[in-house]
């Protein structure tokens, strides 16, 4: 057996002693922040289900495993079905290991769309169906974009809807120091073209607008992919995007070199990023955002997602030394709405059962999403919750992005092939920055794409 494989065990055996009603984090019926009707619907409709079991998959280990388990805890005390969760420091290659030897969960939960893409097309998933893609059409913010992301060809060749999203993260995020535009005066831009000018300001009063790092070691480069990706959902229909990702619209099409060019205008017009675009290709992305700190500032503001805080200096208490806005859509093209670009995990069934689908009808209680949210690092689209749950202002601010949002997109280069979004898409930045026209960067790594088909 695989180091993994016993890693999971031992993950299962420790969920089947811990998570049990006696470990219920907030009591039922106490907190006026939480939805316990849904709760007590739901332990209504599933009261038969005692002493059957499920097993669930998925990618917490360390505290988001607590945190999840904190989630199950509620499932089984509703249900009284006996959960074993399992997980893997290699899960991506521990799934694809079970469900090719016939032993899959009966519960997998992954972050990676196109493995589950794969998974469905090897006829490993089972399809959850019309009404379950209907209810997160009606209920999630941007639905249809959920929809979307978690549907995929069967073995049979037919698209269906196989992963039901549940937890989700927010890159459309522009961090500055709330002090640091009191003084100066300046307000959060609501447009592109608003955010464009501000930093015209900035520079015209002397100070630099933007602190941008794409240093990462072994993965330098991949901080301006988000950009890119942001900038693609700014100025193209999502279509485009989507094509763009699969590669049925190529990377050096007119619609990518834009998108290029328009993170060109933030990384590489003098005076708007600091150190320059040498600064850009060498800083560190974790010490970046350190700029915005500074007395006086090195920067004002920070394109990033909403992991980033874990790198501002100790003690940086958000919401107060330092906040966040959306990062905008071009007023020039209203048509485009609110696109927002993220990533999240989803929810597949791999062995189908009662309890596989009671699981799903408790992810669709506002409870099951605001247990997490009320603890930490926990955003949801889901329309129905109560975001005076979130556990402080930051995130109810990044929860309402995305129940807002008119669009959502998965992180494009997550969705293309590794040597592509891990590889030739982030050299590929170092060398625009560097100097490299945007036309020859994107007709080089077409190149690369051309080369594995």
Known sequence: MTKSFWLGVAAAALLASAANGADLKFKPGEDSRFNWASYDAFKAAHSDLKGESVSIFGPWRGDDETLFTSVLAYFIEATGIDVKYSSSENYEQQIVIDTQAGSPPNIAILPQPGLLADLAAKGFLTPLGEKEAGWVKENYGAGQSWVDLGTYKGKDGKADFFAFPYKADVKSLVWYVPENFEEAGYEVPKTMEDLIALSDKIVADGGTPWCIGLGSGGATGWPATDWV?????????????????????????????????????????????????????????????????GVPPKCYLHHQASFIPSFFPEGTKLGQDADFFYMPPYASKPDLGRPVLGAGTLVTVTKDSKTARAFLDFLKTPIAHEIWMAQSGFLTPYKAVNVKAYGNDTLRKEGEILTTATTFRFDGSDLMPGKIGAGAFWTGMIDYVGGKPAADVAADIQKAWDAIK
């Open 229 to 293: 990706e942001d900038m693609m959902l700014r100025t193209q229909q999502p279509d485009v995007y989507d094509k763009w990702v699969t590669n049925e619209i190529k990377f050096n099409d007119p619609a990518v070199v834009g998108a290029i060019e328009e993170f060109g205008k933030f990384a590489l017009t003098p005076k708007y990023a600091d150190g320059g675009p040498a600064g850009v290709a060498s800083t560190d992305f974790r010490d970046s955002p350190k700029g915005l700190f």
